[in-house]
Antibody, heavy 121, light 111 residues
Framework: EVQLVESGGGLVQPGRSLRLSCAAS????????MSWVRQAPGKGLEWVSY????????YYTDSVKGRFTISRDNAKNSLYLQMDSLRAEDTAVYYC??????????????WGQGALVTVSS | QSVLTQPPSVSGAPGQRVTISCTGS?????????VHWYQQFPGTAPKLLIY???NRPSGVPDRFSGSKSGTSASLAITGLQAEDEADYYC???????????FGTGTKVTVL
């Protein structure tokens, strides 16, 4: 059974850092592209960052560029999101999601349960 | 800010058919990128409902169907059931943003 389990969320002050982890099981992480997607309280879904299966290609949404860093350790079946210089507007539930290819794009076929990050003083 | 626009809400009686539109532009849906749809219940992670415009993952009832034309896509739910009451999101890729984009989300209410 495919499972994605996020950890590392919590309450953090503005300007501080937090690192999210996503443990994958039931499949070989190294065979898949992965993304982080977030959802602010009461709001819609927002894609945050993408990493290719090997880790050689990485993309971010504009609002987190220069502050967030996505990485992966395929040997440990783990995905990470290092979040620095956190802002109140980064408050959200953060999901890690596995990508599956369609003809012209990728969909997210499995999601973790989410990790709540609250940025507040 | 979402670049894919959906109606905030749609509703229907049990057994009826409802549709949810997803309107994009020439840099996403209109550029030929596939549209995918997700179902989300309160407090839970989204679930993939339709991928590649019209394909259903294993286990998704055939009451759910997707289509795409031009710069828009649609999700149809036929034979609406109480258990379909949830939020629905479309998703695609945007070449001008170099990233994935989601729709604004639609809440489906079963009357």
């Amino acid at each position: 059974e495919v499972q994605l389990v996020e950890s590392g969320g919590g309450l953090v002050q503005p300007g501080r850092s937090l690192r999210l982890s996503c443990a994958a099981s039931g499949f070989t992480l190294g065979g898949y592209e992965m993304s982080w997607v977030r959802q602010a309280p009461g709001k819609g879904l927002e894609w945050v960052s993408y990493i290719s299966s090997s880790g050689s290609l990485i993309y971010y949404t504009d609002s987190v560029k220069g502050r967030f860093t996505i990485s992966r350790d395929n040997a440990k079946n783990s995905l990470y999101l290092q979040m620095d210089s956190l802002r109140a507007e980064d408050t959200a539930v953060y999901y890690c999601a596995r990508e599956v290819a369609s003809t012209f794009s990728y969909a997210f076929d499995y999601w973790g349960q989410g990790a709540l990050v609250t940025v507040s003083s | 800010q979402s670049v894919l626009t959906q109606p905030p809400s749609v509703s229907g009686a049990p057994g009826q058919r409802v549709t949810i539109s997803c309107t994009g532009s020439s840099s996403n849906i209109g550029a030929g990128y596939d549209v995918h749809w997700y179902q989300q219940f309160p407090g839970t992670a989204p679930k993939l409902l339709i991928y590649g415009n019209y394909n259903r993952p294993s286990g998704v009832p055939d009451r759910f169907s997707g289509s795409k034309s031009g710069t828009s896509a649609s999700l149809a739910i036929t034979g609406l059931q109480a258990e379909d009451e949830a939020d629905y999101y479309c998703q695609s890729y945007d070449s001008s943003l170099s990233g994935y984009v989601f729709g604004t989300g639609t809440k489906v209410t079963v009357l």
